[in-house]
């Protein structure tokens, strides 16, 4: 708290569009004072924080800190920081990023569920060749990770008729989805389209690899969890067997993707730069002040990380 023992919100955004979440997040003006790093003050009296994108160990020189609000779904990058207070961990609570995500994820399956790749080829060759898909519901769908956003992506899939599995650990009910707390294998017998859209964690990084792959025969992969996920190194050869027919990738463990990395020029692979769910300042900020309101009047913070499950 400052010296007039109002808390202190302290606004710690590394990227240069800083000024639409400051728009944002004004009504907290009511609740707190707010400051802009690096005008941060008397680190001491800093009650919370909104962050992205900080360098490593920036966190540590605030010791009161009592919650932390992260601008992003995921945490991983959050997690990895050596100096990381003992605070509550918020993460992004925002239904702009659900719809955002299952559009993209409804696109990509359709795209490859109504053959476009195949015609993309045909009109190559000047070709006129009706191709016959079939039907949504005959299409099995994997969808692996179900919190709020993979869920959404799920339901989105199942409303357009498609056979759906979801992997989640949380066996989380979703109407039309087939929710399976399995071996991977299980899950995804007979899968023609899979979607990863997991938490990256110790136990799901690099599940996309050579012998995931190999359970599956012509599918196509669709990932917007994150880079962690795929072992990049097995992703062509897969595509070279005929394991995997295609894939859309989204997320990458090195972002941007360097100009000269394989994934460019393979026709194989569509590439979008970690675009698929994109944070809206306003819908966004107003989760973030709600939720701060919520903390001020001693109520539980929503979307709070489980550190231990790192999500």
């Not at 993209?104 to 060759?125: F, K, N, W």
């Not at 357009?160 to 299980?186: C, D, H, K, Y």
């Not at 990256?200 to 917007?224: D, H, K, M, S, W």
């Not at 190194?233 to 394989?262: C, K, N, Q």
């Amino acid at each position: 708290m400052n010296a007039q023992g109002r808390p202190v919100l302290l606004f710690a955004y590394f990227r240069p569009d800083a000024e639409a979440w400051l728009e944002a997040l004004r009504p907290a003006a009511e609740l707190v004072e707010i400051r802009r790093w690096p005008e941060a003050g008397d680190p001491a009296e800093v009650d919370y924080i909104v962050a992205w994108q900080h360098p490593p160990g920036f966190l540590g020189q605030f010791p009161q800190v009592r919650a932390i609000f992260w601008i992003g779904a995921g945490v991983d990058q959050l997690l990895r920081d050596p100096e990381l207070p003992d605070a509550p961990i918020v993460r992004m609570l925002d239904d702009s990023l659900s719809v955002g995500m299952a559009e993209y994820v409804a696109e990509r399956v359709l795209h490859y569920h109504r053959l476009m790749p195949a015609y993309a080829e045909q009109q190559q060759r000047r070709e006129w060749r009706p191709l016959a898909p079939p039907l949504a519901r005959e299409r099995q769908v994997a969808v692996l990770g179900l919190g709020e956003i993979g869920g959404a992506c799920a339901a989105t899939l199942a409303s357009l008729g498609f056979a759906v599995r979801g992997w989640s650990r949380s066996g989380r009910s979703i109407p039309g989805v087939q929710v399976m707390n399995t071996p991977l294998g299980e899950v995804l017998r007979g899968c023609e389209i899979v979607v990863c859209v997991l938490p990256l964690t110790p136990e799901t990084r690099g599940l996309l690899n050579r012998e995931t792959f190999a359970l599956l025969e012509g599918a196509y992969l669709i990932n917007v969890g994150r880079g962690g996920h795929l072992v990049e190194a097995d992703l062509i050869p897969a595509l070279d067997a005929g394991r995997l027919a295609g894939a859309t990738l989204d997320v990458f463990e090195t972002e941007p993707l360097p100009a000269d990395h394989p994934f460019w020029s393979d026709p194989r692979i569509v590439v979008t730069p970690h675009a698929s769910a994109l944070t809206h300042p306003a819908s966004a900020g107003a989760g973030i002040v709600s939720n701060l309101r919520r903390a001020l009047s001693g109520e539980p913070l929503a979307g709070v990380v489980d550190r231990a499950r790192g999500y």
